[in-house]
């Protein structure tokens, strides 16, 4: 009998499996992903990173940036998300995109941002940003930005540069140390 899949928030414990997936996935391209360029010298979880389990192996996880837009907080970037080869189109991604939305949202995020395609994100909310509204601080193809409003009419709130949150590694210290205290 295989083991049933878990799906939790991510821990430091788990830092080391997550990038070995995500190598996996993304190859050494992953470095120059968008979300990777916004993280970079910041900390690795937020308190919205999940991840699927089969037994102790993490088959799928999708991190969470918290981020300020032109200054503004309440906006989480998402991305990436990724699920191994072997546990692909059996709804998966789609789980943890849910699970990550509703996070943010009891989290009190008002917009969740990504790069990414809109063929597949679309079903999730997630529509194109109007052009030069939300900058990236790498390259990135303006028109796979997209944005779902986790609070009415967000979206209009926020204008300006993307930037990680300084006190989001933080908050993901202490939402893991509630996690492990519910658990014991
Ligand atoms: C994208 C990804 C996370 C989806 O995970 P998943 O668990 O297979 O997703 P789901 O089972 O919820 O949905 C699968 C469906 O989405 C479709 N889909 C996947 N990627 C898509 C894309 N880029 N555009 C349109 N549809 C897409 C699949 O064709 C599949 O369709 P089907 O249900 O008709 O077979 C996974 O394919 C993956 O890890 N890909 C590589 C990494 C990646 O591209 N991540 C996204 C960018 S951050």
Redesign the pocket.
Known sequence: MSPPLVIRPATPADIVEISKLHAR??GPGRFARSAYRVREGKGHLSRFCLVACLGETII?SIRNTEISIGGKSGAVLL?????DGA????????TLIHDALAAAKTGGAKLMVLV??Q??YGRFGFKPVPMGQIVFPGPVNPQRILACELVADALSNYRGIIAAEPQAEARAQIAAKSVRATQS
């Open positions: 996935v993304f799928a991305g990436p998300v990724a699920v546990h692909r189109s059996l709804g998966l991604g789609k990414g395609d063929p597949y």
